[in-house]
């Protein structure tokens, strides 16, 4: 016996004319829907009376109702269905009518056929079908079509087995300070060592509407290795490993493993070291010595008066006493526990509890907060922010904070600008008089010498300002890279900023006349001002 119905009708025929039997839902079936029923009626043509047909839908309680609709003689109705094609057009759904009493039941050939002749070729379930047939589940859906959605797929993906963060800054202990022995960021690897690991891309699937139209699935992703030197790629393609022990660093998606050159101190045993990777020095770089490298410098102890010239990161556990002298340079960040009367520019930030006496060029932020976070005396310039707790002293030591562009830049940058402009327009004249030229001498017009040495410099000079344009052009484009973002470079105290002090915030000054105490320096028009952190 089948139970949850929804409600259903059935017509009922006889000498007086035709009469509608209408079946309320069963166990939380869906009740018979009014429109439904009187398209089936205007379908098999019985004439009714709405108004009726309302009022026996509204009364249809536990009991079927009959109702008599017309004295209109009709032949058997036979048992229907309707079609409906979803909007996706990835399903087709069917509703059966019961036939009325001697009215033919419907066969599976005659809804497959049916199907056919509305063009459904695709995902035809018989069984569907041959389940709706048996279980006689009048005015209820079943999908007897179904089509295939495209799947997603999956783009390839690259898995790191190193930490893969150049830039991590070096995390606050609960007392405030940082604990700078720790503070080693070469990411060490061994011969042999998997660094890197291709998951492979895995395909969609087409997919097919309920017409036989195919959806093509989208294109997935490959992914393979960009690498450096001392690596070496599996025979399967899909895994990365080291050549040599020694150190793995992400650049712009590519990986590099650089030798690790250690040594105890870098002095008279040693001398000046340059070097083609990675230096670690366990103990001190002494006065008047130098390291230089393409790779990151790490040293454990303190550098004395010395030379560092890094091509990635410089990490000094103990500090710099720079004798006036010191020079520290790394294209990536500087991190030290205290700067002192030295010279140092860095491509990312600069990071130390101290900085004293010092002049300090960041490519993006200076941060001065763990410990005593004190800058004092010097000239510190970033490109974004500096974050310092104490700045300047009671004493009123002269100490210069900057952040922003230099508006030495912009006048740069709109001096290219000009420049670029100007041989544009330069160029299209030298073309114009050179096709002239070169349509006469191909009509075998006779050129006198003088016109065609006067040609020969005109090509030569329209090589050489293109070649020059590409150069301003590549000028333009890292000016623009430097100077975007200019506008919210500021400066973070999170404790005093002493008189004596003098701020510039892209190009607004401002001498520090009174203390500042926990604020933030911004320009606002062409000023400095203070505002909430």
Do not use: W
């Amino acid at each position: 016996m089948v139970t949850n119905m929804n409600g259903y009708f059935k017509l009922s025929l006889n000498d007086k004319g035709v009469s509608i039997i209408l079946y309320p839902p069963t166990e939380g079936g869906e009740k018979i829907r009014a429109s439904e029923l009187k398209e089936y009626l205007e379908r098999v043509g019985v004439p009714f009376d709405p108004m009726a047909l309302n009022s026996a839908l509204y009364q249809l309680q536990d009991k079927a109702v009959s109702l008599f609709l017309h004295p209109v003689k009709i032949r058997e109705v036979d048992e229907r269905f309707n079609m409906v094609v979803a909007a996706d057009k990835l399903s087709v759904s069917i509703r059966m009518f019961p036939p009325s009493e001697g009215g033919k039941n419907l066969t599976k050939n005659e809804i497959i056929n049916t199907l056919k002749s509305a063009n459904i070729k695709y995902g035809i379930s018989e069984e569907v079908i041959e389940q709706a047939l048996s279980e006689k589940k009048y005015c209820t859906d079943y999908i007897v079509a179904k089509g295939k959605t495209p799947t997603a797929g999956r783009d390839a993906q690259i898995k790191y087995y190193f930490d893969t963060n150049n830039n991590a800054r070096p995390e606050l202990k609960e007392d405030g300070s940082v604990d700078f022995f720790k503070l080693n960021t070469l990411h060490h690897c061994t011969q042999g060592q998997i660094l890197a690991e291709i998951i492979p891309e895995e395909k969609g699937e087409d997919g097919v509407d309920v017409y036989g139209a195919v959806s093509k699935a989208r294109e997935v992703k490959r992914a393979v290795f960009a690498h450096g030197r001392n690596l070496q790629i599996s025979k399967d393609g899909l895994q990365l490993s080291s050549m040599v022990d020694g150190h793995a660093m992400l650049v712009d998606d590519t990986v590099f493993v650089s030798d690790v050159y250690s040594v105890e101190n870098v002095g008279t045993s040693t001398g000046n070291i340059e070097y083609h990777g990675n230096v670690e020095v366990k103990g001190n770089v002494c006065e008047n010595f130098s390291i230089k490298t393409d790779g990151d410098v790490f040293v454990e102890g303190v550098v004395e008066g010395a030379v560092i010239e890094a091509g990635g990161n410089i990490v000094i556990a103990r500090g710099m006493h720079g004798q006036n002298k010191g020079v520290l340079k790394a294209g990536g960040n500087v991190i030290a526990k205290f700067i002192s009367a030295a010279e140092v520019t860095s491509g990312g930030f600069v990071e130390a509890e101290q900085i004293l006496n010092s002049k300090i060029v960041a490519g993006t932020d200076v941060n001065v907060e763990a410990g005593k976070g004190l800058i004092t005396g010097g000239r510190i310039v970033a490109r974004s922010t500096v974050n310092v707790k104490n700045a300047g002293s009671p004493m009123g030591a002269s100490t210069i904070i900057e952040v922003g562009s230099d508006p030495e830049l912009k006048k740069r940058l709109a001096m290219l600008q000009k420049s670029v402009g100007d041989k544009s327009k330069s160029i299209v004249q030298m073309k114009k008089v050179l096709e002239t030229t070169m349509i006469k001498i191909k009509s075998g017009e006779k050129l006198l010498p003088e016109q065609l040495k006067n040609a020969k410099v005109l090509q030569t000079t329209l090589v050489e300002q293109q070649a020059q344009i590409q150069q301003e052009m590549k000028e333009i484009e890292e000016l623009d890279k430097s100077l975007r973002g200019d506008d919210n470079a500021h400066i973070n105290v999170k404790g005093k900023m002493y008189q004596g002090c003098s701020v510039g915030i892209s190009g607004a000054t401002m001498n520090v006349k009174s203390e500042y105490t926990y604020c933030r320096l911004i320009k606002k028009g062409a000023d400095v001002a203070s505002t909430n952190i």
